[in-house]
């Protein structure tokens, strides 16, 4: 059997992390942290094959992490999921405009979760990692 893929979960919520964790645990390589900054850091050791953030964290926020991440030379191809219970203050169009693999909302659901991670993971298919 393959390596697991990686995944990096980005959130201020424990108890999001916690649930993200259990939801996707089985199948993946989980590593978290509870910022931006803290993910970045991570994202840029561990080379995730997925990044699963929170947008409005404090320290760094989502979406300063997400653009950070780009101009990062050796992370800046890992689709990153957004996840947001402040729909009408961050539009989900925008968040995709910019470059987010998909944004789910909260309450976040396993079955959404679990098939928004496999497919962000099925984008890399055609892609050489270095």
């Known amino acids: 059997m393959s390596e697991k893929k990686r995944i990096l979960l980005v959130d201020d919520n ?12 089985r199948d993946y390589a989980i590593a978290t942290a509870l910022n931006g ?3 970045l850091q991570k ?10 953030t929170d947008i409005m964290m404090p320290i760094m926020d989502g979406i300063k ?29 925008s968040l995709k405009n910019m470059g987010f693999f998909q944004v789910l909302t909260k309450p976040l659901k396993r079955e959404d979760v679990v098939a928004t991670v496999r497919e962000a993971l099925g984008s890399r298919q055609g892609q050489v990692d270095a």
């Open 14 to 25: 424990h108890d999001i992390l916690d649930l993200l964790e259990m939801y996707l645990y």
């Open 43 to 52: 994202a840029r050791e561990q080379l995730p094959d997925c990044i699963v």
């Open 65 to 93: 992490f997400f653009n950070q991440l780009r101009r990062s030379r050796d992370a800046a191809h890992v689709p990153v999921i957004g996840i947001t219970s402040f729909v009408r203050s961050v539009s989900i169009t």
């Open 37 to 39: 900054f803290e993910g």
